[in-house]
């Protein structure tokens, strides 16, 4: 007999977030889907973060505080949220980000509806750190009915980070695991993102259910200091990119296209990532000279 109210595990890894945490709490508790779990990893905050989340933890026993004793790195900690959790769903929450109070109910509809689905997602509205819409994000299609090659050449394409916070299978992202057991993010979103779409569909709500908010750094993103490390963390990107497909089930003519579309799509990250990293460079040149230092 199908659970017709599956439990659905939410996990939010958090660093130094008292300014924003209590806007996404308010979001996630006032879920009309209600049963879930909400896991909070703190990562060795040296803030108020474990007050905050303390203070919500005695009002609702849906939430599990858990505080790491050293910080373990971003990716350490969205794979231990991960671990800890024990759903048959289950969707990540940064601590800066909102959510309607329909969004879990929405995307658990779509996933119900369509077996072959393995992620779910809502169109994405950018926010400013004030809460002020930025702007909407295009949203992907979704997969149902795609030959398999077609999928993937249309994901590669289409894919961006934010995908990661939709609803998963908890199952199947489990066998995504080990894509975090990585020093550097640097694109772990997107792989994971990829190497789930590989064994299933994803499905779309086609309305801005999620509010990602959009500020200048991030806790969950590096800096990178040198090019030699970017080039280096992109071999890397593209040595795991590689690893996500079944390429021994493909015949000659579908390898070559995904080959070609696994090249192109590394190609466009090479090229955004070295002039956004040659930016940062000569910004920070800039700074240095203006302030003496």
Not at 9 to 30: C, F, H, Q, R
Not at 50 to 60: C, E, G, R
Request: glycine share 6%; with cysteine.
């Amino acid at each position: 007999m199908v659970n017709s109210r599956p439990l659905v595990s939410i996990g939010m890894p958090v660093y130094n977030g008292e300014n924003l945490i209590e806007k996404a709490l308010d979001t996630l508790i006032a879920q009309e889907y209600d049963n879930f779990e909400l896991i909070i990893c703190d990562n060795a905050s040296i803030d108020n973060t474990a007050d905050i989340i303390k203070k919500y933890s005695n009002k609702d026993n849906r939430i599990r505080y858990t505080r790491n004793q050293d910080n373990i790195g971003p990716l350490g900690n969205f794979k231990k949220v991960l671990e800890l959790s024990q759903g048959e769903y289950f969707m990540w929450a940064a601590h800066d980000d909102m959510w309607h109070p329909s969004y879990i109910r929405e995307l658990l509809l779509l996933l119900n509806q369509y077996d072959s689905a393995v992620l779910a997602v809502s169109q994405v509205a950018k926010i400013e750190l004030s809460g002020e819409l930025r702007y909407i994000r295009p949203l992907v299609r979704d997969s149902l009915g795609m030959p398999y090659i077609e999928r993937l050449r249309y994901f590669l394409s289409n894919t961006y980070g934010a995908l990661v916070y939709g609803l998963f299978r908890r199952h199947i992202l489990m066998e995504s695991a080990s894509l975090m057991d990585r020093k550097d993010p640097m694109g772990t979103d997107v792989l994971i993102v990829l190497s789930c779409i590989d064994k299933g569909d994803l499905v779309t709500f086609p309305e801005p259910l999620f509010f990602e908010r959009k500020h200048g750094f991030s806790s969950n993103v590096s800096t990178y200091q040198g090019l030699f490390k970017v080039l280096f963390c992109l071999f890397e990107y593209s040595r795991l990119l590689f690893k996500c497909f079944k390429w021994s089930d493909l015949p000659f003519f579908q390898k070559f296209c995904l080959f070609k579309a696994c090249s192109l799509h590394i190609g466009r990250r090479l090229t955004g990532t070295y002039y956004r990293n040659l930016i940062y460079l000569q910004l920070r040149k800039k700074i240095t000279k203006y302030i003496g230092q």
